[in-house]
């Protein structure tokens, strides 16, 4: 039932008073640093596309999932270190740690590897928000732990994820189900078994752990739009950084082969007509610029929300938010009947 | 057939052929991985609760689950007898069925009871339902503010904590939910 209330706020007026603050304190942060703030379309004719990720059809185009192939236009046309910050839609993401529309900051540091710019990811959040930190045994980069995504599987769900074989793999997802939960394991790929041991095990682990932890070198299988270092054994040179369990931002050491982009391009677009989902037109500008040449170059993807989250100590991304997606609201009872 | 969007706290489900209620919901997704939606469910029937994962591209069938008010006749010991008003049809259900309702069930009163194709699977309760104090001891005049309770004993035989100043034989407003005292009724 919609109530007398409904059109009030979620977040708090002290909340959004926060959110303001945050924005102010990255935009200072990278004045600071020299690295200049950009505005490209939300609305755009085509992009790159992921199999993932199903991006917001309007009237007139799509609105964006991220700004990436346009900033990426911005870095191949010479423009330096950018960022920029604004709003960036998934459709269907509705959850604790999802709205539909959120706030996206994402940047390039052209020269940089990704393990520089690691360093910087760092750097902003310290700068912003106070973290608990405890020790997770492995090597470290000042604050934050570094955890290959390989060794976080092999130890938190006991699973190899270049070696195991499917059955291995099923059989561990079966083994650890909580108790009466039953699994559809019989429709999910590997990497789909990865995706669903990761959120079961490595997330809580990370969670109980607290603090900033880099996942890096990831399966190929999983390397969207990073560069894939041969190995062996072959790894995509992208990270995730999580905070107290809570994955904030997605960085690659991006990819600037023309050809091997539209080919994974093309390879996410079967994949999804395979699984009876639409195929995306992919942004050819984008392949041009690539072809005219990206810089050598780190790039990466924060949700600001998230982060807001994690500074004022919230369960739930709609708690941050002055109007979440309606539907979406933690608690809500409605019936759909 | 419900979407993943579609399968939140309060939806009915039909899962393995069996009725549920989704008691909790969330949407999980790992950084450009694969989205699942994780569902707690209560079964309408035995009432037990487990949980279950969902490719989030997956849908999950509705229920066919209808709530109808009817009138509590009486209960034979085996079971509870309750009649549709319009069509003075009437269902049986078990103790397990009737579940925490039984303590609030009076007889004539209107209780929803839940058809699952058509068979009655559960009752529920009014938020509020009017009871008299059969059993409980003398009022204490003029205290309604020392917030101190005692017990009193309904007409349908459940107990609950009343104010001192409360006595037998009057009517109360009982929330169902709580099982806690709301007030005198008039």
Known sequence: MESATSWQPVATW????RRAELLARIRAFFQQRGVVEVETPLLLPAMAPELHQDPMVCAEGYLQGSPETAMKRLLAAGAGAIYQMGRAFRAGEVGRLHNPEFTILEWYRPGWRVAELQREVEALLLSIVALPSKGLCCSTAGEAKLLT??????RFAGVDPWDDSLTQLQQKCRESAAEGELLPLAGLERQELLDWLLLQHVEPALRAE?????????????????????GPPPVAKRFELYVNGVELANGYQELRDAQELRHRFQEVNRQRQRLGKKTLPIDELFLQAMEAGL???????????RLLMLAVQTESIQEVMAFPERSMAMGDTRSID | MLTHNQLRQGSRVEIDGLPWIIVGADFVKPGKGQAFTKIRI????????IERTFKSSETVAKADVIDTEMQYLYSDGEFWHFMDPGSCDQVALTSVQVGDAISWLKEQEGYQVTLWKGKAIAVQAPQFVILTITQCEPGVKGDTV????????LETGAT??????????????????TGDYVERAK
């Open chain 1, 14 to 17: 002290w909340r959004l008073q």
């Open chain 1, 149 to 154: 995504y390989g060794e976080a599987m092999q």
């Open chain 1, 210 to 230: 607290g603090g900033m932890v880099f996942l890096t070198d990831f399966p190929p299988t999983a390397a969207a739009m990073a560069e894939i270092d041969p």
């Open chain 1, 295 to 305: 810089p050598v170059c780190a790039g990466v993807a924060l949700g600001v929300d």
């Open chain 2, 42 to 49: 209560k079964n309408l029937i035995d009432g037990r609760v």
């Open chain 2, 146 to 153: 020392s917030g101190a309770t005692k017990p009193a004993v």
């Open chain 2, 160 to 177: 609950v904590k009343v104010p001192l100043f409360v006595n037998e034989g009057e009517r109360i407003r009982v929330d169902t939910r």
